[in-house]
């Protein structure tokens, strides 16, 4: 069974400060690592993350996927109040099973 | 190009009752996905509609069933609720069976009493 664990579960900082969410997982046949942004319903697409070592970049966020120790992080720079949000880390496997998520990260920023 | 849509956006039923949540997919896409997020919890996947034909079914009892329709729209029904189907129901679509490129719609906020 596929298996997406996403650490911290909740986190709260300060406007400005920079923060790292991590995800490792557990996946037959990988295929890819996507990250999501909720905020209230929907979640938003971030990145999607296929090889090691590939830094993928938008604005103040990036992430990165470590394929043989089984883990990815999204990293936000400069973070300000409207990236308050919960952070969902997903794989998609082999199957036709849709997409595994983790319990997402809670992040707070405070001003 | 419309988003994916779907109806009702709040719902309150009691035990042992069904209910249908509907999901318009995006302009094109003819996959419909259907997730289950329990409050402080990631999505879990139920099942996924291809071409009006179940695709791919997660860990869920029967009584959660679904269709598909020739315009993709998509329809969840859950039969004999329970209170722990309480939850944030979301659905989302995609072309073809390209599961990275899902677009997710809003979602059902579901309540059991």
């Known amino acids: 069974e596929d298996k997406v664990v996403q650490s911290p579960l909740s986190l709260v900082v300060h406007e400005g400060d920079t923060v790292t969410l991590n995800c490792s997982y557990e996946?037959?046949?990988?295929?890819?690592l996507l990250w999501y942004k909720q905020e209230k319903k929907a979640p938003t697409f971030l990145f999607m993350l296929?090889?090691?070592?590939i830094e993928k970049k938008s604005g103040r966020l990036s992430s990165i996927l470590d394929k043989k120790e089984l883990f990815s992080i999204l990293n936000i720079t400069a973070t300000q109040t409207g990236d308050s949000a919960i952070y969902l880390c997903?794989?998609?496997?082999?199957?036709?099973?849709?997409?595994?998520f983790g319990k997402g990260t809670h992040l707070i920023i405070q001003p | 190009e419309t988003g994916v849509t779907q109806s009702p956006t709040h719902l309150i039923k009691t035990r042992g009752q069904q209910v249908t949540l509907r999901c318009s997919s995006q302009s094109g896409h003819n996959t419909v996905s259907w997730y289950q997020q329990a409050l402080g919890q990631g999505p879990q996947f139920i099942f996924q509609y291809y071409r009006e034909e179940e695709n791919g079914r997660g860990n869920f009892p029967p009584r959660f069933s679904g269709l598909q329709f020739p315009n993709y729209s998509s329809e969840l029904n859950v039969n004999a609720l329970e209170l722990d189907d309480s939850a944030l129901y979301l659905c989302?679509?995609?072309?073809?069976?390209?599961?990275?490129?899902?677009?997710f719609g809003p979602g059902t906020r579901l309540l059991v009493l």
């Open positions: 997903a794989v998609v496997g082999g199957g036709a099973d849709g997409l595994t």
């Open positions: 996946v037959t046949n990988f295929r890819s």
């Open positions: 989302a679509s995609s072309s073809g069976l390209n599961t990275e490129t899902q677009y």
């Open positions: 296929t090889s090691s070592g």
